[in-house]
């Protein structure tokens, strides 16, 4: 009977392995809008990790050959360190995280973790090493164990329940009749921007990455829960390299280091305080987002 079984349990394997690389490849803020032509070099061995830095070397790339979109780019996120990306609109920020996650290969220049091309690693363990906290959160119509699980296979219930803690939507599934067995998605409890995305910081801390590309949170949340998610953040980023792709500067004020693109190049770099003093590029953006918002206030009153 066994013999029989085994064929079955091996579908189980193929469909949950598929299942979950959809699922993140949906989840990197839909970085894949295009089929990927990346493959592994012959005998490419696994990423070694020790201190997880990460360095964009003179990149260039663009989406089609007449025009490129990084221009040149050059930064660092030192090993631990928390630095942010911020820009206009195109100058190429979610770019970078596809670069990142290698699903395209650059023109020109080198991306090095670890002082090693990615190019030269395999993607699995690449992907491995990195966790993304997505604008939108994909939820499978399962149970919430289920889809905090789907973070790192054979996680145990006491380490999703932590995960959950740690993430901050453990009380809510706590008040659930079901709580952990709840259906959620389409089919399912329809959970809020903010729950959902507590939903994906837990799974992303089962996956433990040592990398944390955070998208940013999106204006669909309300500035309450819009601090209470930071805050989890900056929790759940303590110690790990971070890199924030940020469209509004309010979210990323706090970050070692800041990374001002525009036109493909990173155009200014410092703290908040010392950009704000360049009275630059970002001075220009962080005064305009400030008027916008007391105009937002205004007009609520
Ligand atoms: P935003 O803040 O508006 O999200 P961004 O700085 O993240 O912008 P990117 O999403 O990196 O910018 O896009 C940079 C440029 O690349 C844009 O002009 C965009 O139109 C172009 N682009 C992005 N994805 C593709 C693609 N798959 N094919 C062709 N062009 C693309």
Known sequence: LMQ???PLD???WVYRTIRQGLVDMA???KLLDRAVEVEDAPGAPALVLREPTVVFDNVTFGYDKERPILKGLSFEAKAGAHIALVGPSGAGKSTVGRLLFRFYDPWEGRILIDGTDIAEVTQE??????GIVPQDTVLFNDTLRYNIAYGREGAS???IA???RDAAIAPFIDKLALGYDTQVGERGLKLSGGEKQRVAIARTLLKGPRILLL????SALDSRTEQDILETLRRVSAGRTTIAIAHRLSTIADADLIHVMDDGRVVEQGDHAGLLRLGGLYAEMWNRQLSEAAELQDAAE
């Open 4 to 6: 029989l079984f085994r």
């Open 10 to 12: 091996m579908l189980g």
């Open 27 to 29: 989840d990197m803020f």
């Open 125 to 130: 363990s690449l992907r491995a090493a990195i």
């Open 157 to 159: 219930d006491e380490e």
């Open 162 to 164: 932590q995960a959950a």
């Open 215 to 218: 998208d940013e949170a999106t």
